[in-house]
């Protein structure tokens, strides 16, 4: 009997330390972030010490605090940088739900990670704080996330200001307060009408990139949300003009029952 009930006990234990370790991860980035102190307003405003946090000449080392302010920074507005100025990005290859970096190594050399240091500072600036985290690295440091996305500076990007590290490899951008791509134009919409005046039948496409159209060289007129190029042949080749709003005649660009493919963004 005892026997049985010293193995019961055993088992039981086993089985918690076990749903404790599945758990850890995502438990300890939310016990972590419930540590840190979010601040309104810049760091001189709540009188940071000077060449401390973001204005010390230390990217990638873990700060004591960091700010993160909504700003412009060359054609990106808004976008997010730090307390020095510096642009913020964010990257395609990471997730977001969950929170997750997947920049190591060389990667994490040429993109600096926004790490902050345990029961740290974090202040907002036009940020808020329900769109800003951490999450834990490889390497056991605390990365801040906007949006859920790990946040990064860029090492090419050598004064406030700069957004050199904007669409490298297609995949790193500027990260909004929200967490979204600074700079890169929502998904556009279009409706082919194949007669003028957007008589039916009719055809919609939304999206963004290129796409071909369903029916090939039928349109006489079109509806748009904002600009897009229409080309005369199918992948965006051929004969193309850029269009933006309604045409209610598409003869009037030279451009009646042509229409094969378009081209969002």
């Known amino acids: 009997m005892i026997r049985n ?3 019961a006990i055993a088992a039981t234990a086993a089985a918690a330390s076990l749903l404790l370790t599945a758990c850890n991860g995502t438990e300890e980035a939310a016990s972590t972030s419930q ?16 060449k401390t946090g973001d204005w010390a000449k230390s990217p990638g080392k873990a700060a004591k605090w960091v700010q993160l302010s909504a700003a412009q920074a060359g054609a990106l507005n808004p976008v997010v940088v730090n307390g020095a100025g510096f642009t913020l990005y964010r990257f395609d290859n990471d997730t977001a739900s969950p929170s997750k970096s997947t920049c190591n190594g060389d990667c994490a050399t040429a993109w600096l990670p926004v790490v902050v240091a345990p029961g740290g500072k974090i202040f907002l600036d036009g940020v808020d704080k329900s769109d800003v985290g951490v999450v834990k690295r490889d390497d056991g440091r605390l990365q801040v996330t906007v949006g859920g996305w790990p946040v990064y500076r860029f090492s090419k990007d050598l004064k406030p200001g700069d957004t050199n590290g904007q669409g490298v ?8 307060p929200d967490g979204q791509k600074a700079g890169v134009a929502p998904a ?3 409706t082919l009408s194949d007669e003028p005046n957007f008589g039916d039948p009719s055809e919609g496409l939304a999206g963004s990139g290129c796409q071909n159209v369903g029916r ?15 080309w005369s042949e199918k ?14 005649d598409l003869n009037s660009i030279g451009f009646d029952n042509k229409i094969s493919s378009v081209f969002f963004g």
Do not use: H
């Open 169 to 176: 490899g297609g995949t790193w951008f500027g990260v909004t």
């Open 5 to 7: 009930r010293i193995a």
């Open 35 to 50: 540590k840190l102190s979010f601040n309104s307003g810049t760091a001189k405003q709540n009188n940071a010490a000077p």
């Open 216 to 230: 090939e060289d039928s349109a006489s007129s079109l509806q748009a949300s904002g600009s897009l190029k229409i």
């Open 235 to 248: 992948d965006c080749k051929g004969e193309s003009k850029v269009v933006e709003g309604n045409i209610a």
């Open 188 to 190: 556009g919409s279009v």
